[in-house]
Nanobody
Framework: QVQLVESGGGLVQAGGSLRLSCAAS????????MGWFRQAPGKEREFVAG????????NYRDSVKGRFTISRDNAKNTVYLQVNSLKPEDTAVYSC?????????????????WGQGTQVTVSS
């Protein structure tokens, strides 16, 4: 079992940047495919980005491509999401998740472990 704790969220102006972190404990993070999801008030949770166990393969939802970058440091048991050029529509609670078995990266059902999330608020 793995425990995930996100940090790095906050209030930023449009165009600003943040670096979100997801620290894992309990098991080594290298055992898991990792993803970031977000959920805005009144909306469904949506996939943001995912990264393979080795970090060599990533994928993103179309609306964040070129602005967000997912990375991982397995030695530090941490996954990151660099979010740049933020827009008000990026406002949401961002959560990281760990997938133990192969699945569809952009589907929440593929992930077994979830963090509590960190709030990102982008003002216009």
């Amino acid at each position: 079992q793995v425990q995930l704790v996100e940090s790095g969220g906050g209030l930023v102006q449009a165009g600003g940047s943040l670096r979100l972190s997801c620290a894992a404990s309990g098991r080594t993070l290298s055992s898991y495919y990792m993803g970031w999801f977000r959920q805005a008030p009144g909306k469904e949770r949506e996939f943001v980005a995912g990264i393979s166990r080795s970090g060599t393969s990533t994928n993103y939802r179309d609306s964040v491509k070129g602005r967000f970058t997912i990375s991982r440091d397995n030695a530090k048991n941490t996954v990151y999401l660099q979010v740049n050029s933020l827009k008000p529509e990026d406002t949401a609670v961002y959560s990281c998740a760990a997938a133990e078995l192969p699945g569809v990266p952009n589907r929440a059902a593929s992930y077994k472990y979830w963090g509590q999330g960190t709030q990102v608020t982008v003002s216009s």
